[in-house]
């Protein structure tokens, strides 16, 4: 079959090339979602259009089919070359592929119809999520495979954290949506919110999270030409991360009934991941040291490196978001949306697109086609997340202190509108570099034409 053909890097190259297909989508999903905020009535109510149906459609375009296809797809390269070997099957690597993008643009068409399991992050229905579940058992078994016939003895950690983010989100995500119980993918009450949060931050810090650090661990000694600063730093993050975060999605419903031990755990387990983070930050870090001009000359490098200070600046922030006192002023409001937007598309989303530009120009066998144009989608990235975060976080301040001093909610929507409005235009910036990127990325693969400057 054409579509299972076996060419070099073939796996790879669809999963990058799907990967920034799904950017486009995902942000112009999110674009048109903005203007509800702005003006709820401007496309009429079109059903499929409308934001209960568009949100969905695009947090999980976003989080699966942009972030989670760049960066297991960049483990498609990364794992032949780490255990010096080919890709175990081409052929299973490409149906992994297919099943993956299938399940998510039927999820994607079904939301538009209606059809929800009506659960943060988890809204696609029971037979999506078993599409899912076995694009990942594919993925699995080919890395497995790949992994078996190796001829380097030493697993390097970003093998570590690609395995672990494959096996710990397909657990989290069986149960997560309740895929024993398929007619609504859900249980009943507080024991579903509990489950909900388990799974909605376990998505972020056990799929996205290991599967970006691992590409991080690999670009940054590539880029600066030196060895990792410390393989026994980069063990104890591994394991850190996956003892401690499984179990803090809690601190999102500390304002419920739940047992105060769990909200004890969620919030502990929280505060402690400046562990898994700090040892990762400064292991990468200190690996850089002396060569942040050697990093910056190069376009994957210039991704990497502002994913870390995004990782950075996440969390820290996350972890005080779970402190009652802060969450006060903080919960259910724009300032959570701001610190996703964060975490989401700054850390994982910008190393995803440093997998991207490190990889496609070593398989497709030609530079990048003007790299200019990648130099844009960075700043374009860069101001608009930044300028994102700014007005996201200024407007849920200005909403948690007027519900604290007893302002009714309807009193503060006038107060946050020319917020809303500051949205749409930063997020113009981000819609733009997903399309800078996309062209830049069909122009090296298929038709690179007169390339006039040379490879990052």
């Known amino acids: 079959m054409r579509l299972l053909k076996v060419e070099p890097w073939g796996t790879a190259k669809l999963y990058l090339l799907s990967s920034a297909i799904w950017f486009v989508v995902g942000t112009t999903l999110g674009g048109i979602d903005a203007t509800h905020l702005i003006a709820p009535e401007l496309l009429g109510n079109i059903p499929f259009l409308v934001f209960s149906r568009l949100r969905p459609m695009h947090t999980n375009t976003v989080i699966f089919g942009f972030i989670g296809t760049s960066l297991m797809g960049a483990g498609f390269y990364l794992i032949p070359v780490m255990a010096r070997t080919t890709l175990y099957s081409e052929r299973l690597g490409k149906l992994s592929l297919w099943v993956w993008n299938l399940s998510i643009l039927t999820g994607n068409i079904l939301l538009g119809l209606g059809y929800s399991q009506s659960r943060e992050y988890a809204e696609w229905v029971w037979p999506v999520d078993i599409g899912i579940l076995t694009a990942f058992a594919l993925i699995f078994a080919n890395y ?193 949306i701001a610190h996703a937007h964060l975490g989401v598309l700054g850390f994982s989303g910008s190393i995803g697109l440093a997998g991207i530009w490190l990889i496609i120009p070593r398989i497709a066998g030609r530079p990048i086609y003007q790299r200019r144009l990648v130099d844009i989608q960075h700043w374009f990235l860069i101001f608009g997340l930044t300028a994102f975060h700014l007005i996201l976080s200024t407007a849920g301040l200005v909403q948690g202190n007027s519900w604290l001093n007893g302002e009714a909610i309807y009193r503060t929507l006038p107060m946050t509108h020319i917020y809303m409005v500051l949205r749409l235009f930063a997020g113009l910036f981000i819609i733009a570099a997903a399309y800078t990127g996309l062209y830049a990325l069909l122009r090296t693969m298929y038709w690179p034409g007169s390339i006039k400057e040379g490879s990052p």
């Open 144 to 336: 497995l495979g790949t992994t078996l016939r190796r001829k380097e003895k030493m697993l390097y950690v970003s093998t570590w954290y690609l395995f672990a983010a494959l096996v710990f989100t397909w657990c989290f995500y069986f149960f997560g949506n309740a895929v024993w119980n398929p007619r609504t993918g859900s249980l009943v009450g507080l024991a579903d919110a509990n489950l909900a949060w388990f799974y909605g931050h376990g998505i972020i810090g056990l799929f996205m999270t290991p599967l970006a650090v691992a590409v991080a661990y690999y670009v940054v000694p590539i880029v600066c030409r030196t060895p990792l600063y410390s393989h026994s730093l980069s063990m104890i993050g591994f394991w850190s991360v996956l003892v401690l975060y499984s179990h803090i999605g809690a601190h999102h419903i500390i304002q419920t009934p739940i047992p105060t031990w769990l909200k004890v755990v969620a919030i502990t387990g929280s505060l402690s991941m400046f562990l898994p983070v700090a040892t990762v930050v400064i292991n990468l870090w200190l690996t850089m040291r002396g060569r942040l001009g050697i990093l910056h000359a190069n376009l994957a490098g210039k991704f990497v490196f502002a994913g870390l200070v995004w990782y950075a600046l996440t969390c820290i922030a996350g972890p005080l978001q779970s402190l009652p006192s802060v969450q006060r002023v903080t919960h259910l409001n724009n300032f959570v």
